[in-house]
């Protein structure tokens, strides 16, 4: 990190929200309701087009059988983010789940958007899933600090082209964003683009800092950076 950045684009799991919370809370939630929500959404254009590409990923396989697999090894695929994303819509609609963010992210995040810098997430969850989470916090509503919500239909979170195209589409130059994730190789392929990284390191969530960027203990950390004049 050497300049102070025009956007920060943030990753979600292990950077705003408890790993946590998305393992133990989030998934579960989810497992326990593919079968039902096949059966009841299977029908609708967007959940058929979903279970269509499923079926490319393991042909002739049961859809519920295919995503429970991908869970497992917490795979990051776009029709299982979005099946996991409408699930959570009816959890937040009915009461049923509240969103939990780490206890320094809501107020950096608001002091971050009242000093004009611009705030963009980046994450594997769906854009919906995005925007519920956020929007459902114990702090309140806090989608509106933020101009876009990119998910993996820009691109994989490990190559560089999409890091590029997202910097593109919100008319920033690269050296102009810093990116924030807990995961290395995110951050690799960001830096390969041109943009700014740090790692967020929670030892409560069992991080592992990467040797190879900057690292901070929480976003307070990174917003106490950008006051600090660079190193000579
Ligand atoms: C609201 S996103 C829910 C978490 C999730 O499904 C996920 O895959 C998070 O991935 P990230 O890229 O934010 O680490
Ligand atoms: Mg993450």
């Known amino acids: 990190m050497t300049t102070r950045p025009e956007l920060v684009l943030l990753d979600i799991e292990g950077t705003i929200a408890p790993i946590s919370f998305v393992h133990d809370v989030l ?89 004009g810098l611009r705030l963009a997430i980046y994450s594997s969850g769906s854009e919906e899933a ?34 590029a195209a997202i910097a593109r589409s919100m008319a920033v130059a690269p050296a102009h964003v810093l990116f924030l994730s807990d995961v290395a190789d995110e951050l690799a392929a960001a830096a390969t683009a041109g943009i700014q990284v740090c790692q967020i390191v929670r030892p409560e969530d069992g991080t592992i800092a990467s040797a190879d960027y900057p690292t901070a203990p929480d976003l307070a950390a990174v917003a106490a950076a950008f006051d600090r004049p660079d190193p000579a």
Not at 43 to 71: F, K, N, R, S
Not at 136 to 163: I, N, Q, V, W
């Open 27 to 115: 998934f579960p939630y989810a497992r326990a309701r593919l079968a039902g929500f096949v059966a009841a959404h299977g029908d609708e254009p967007e959940i058929a087009a979903a279970l269509a590409e499923l079926d490319a990923i393991a042909p002739g396989a049961p859809p519920v059988e295919t995503m429970l697999a991908l869970m497992d090894r917490d795979a990051k695929v776009g029709p299982l983010k979005l099946i996991q994303g409408r699930i959570w819509a009816e959890g937040f609609a009915e009461g049923a789940l509240t969103s939990r963010l780490y206890p320094d992210v809501a107020p950096v995040l608001r002091a971050w958007h009242g000093s």
């Open 130 to 163: 995005q925007r519920l989470l956020l929007g459902h916090t114990p702090d309140g509503g806090l989608t509106a600090l933020f101009e876009r919500f990119f998910d993996t239909r820009m691109g994989g979170k490990r190559d560089a082209a999409s890091y």
